[in-house]
Nanobody, 122 residues
Framework: VQLQASGGGLVQAEDSLSLFCTVSGGTLSRYGMGWFRQAPRKEREFVAT????????AYSESVKGRFTISRENTKNTVYLQMNNLKPEDTAVYYC????????????????WGQGTLVTVSS
């Protein structure tokens, strides 16, 4: 399974940005999916997860109410809609896939894509 994240860029604070994760080499509907991020000089942190059937999502407290994770299994794509961005959201964002239908920890993810950089200026 290969994952490719895209959509990153440079935006201003309070702007919105959409990230995309395209999955190939596997059937997306079989995987729980997640977004993670890593800021400079910080450890990777959880952002959001979505179950394989889209009936359950989870968010970190820092993005809850601002970010929305969704998926279109027929398009093999997972999305992260980010609204009201803040400078502290600046990071490389990674998407990940888990053979678990509803993963709850980063250690439960089996496949990781290359990241996409999001930079939020104040």
């Amino acid at each position: 399974v290969q994952l490719q994240a895209s959509g990153g860029g440079l935006v201003q604070a309070e702007d919105s940005l959409s990230l995309f994760c395209t999955v190939s080499g596997g059937t997306l509907s079989r995987y729980g999916m997640g977004w993670f991020r890593q800021a400079p000089r910080k450890e990777r942190e959880f952002v959001a997860t979505i179950s394989s059937t889209s009936n359950s999502q989870a968010y970190s407290e820092s993005v809850k109410g601002r970010f929305t994770i969704s998926r279109e299994n027929t398009k093999n794509t997972v999305y992260l809609q980010m609204n009201n961005l803040k400078p502290e959201d600046t990071a490389v964002y990674y998407c990940a896939a888990s053979v678990r239908r509803q993963p709850t920890r980063s250690t439960q993810f089996d496949y990781w894509g290359q990241g996409t950089l999001v930079t939020v200026s104040s």
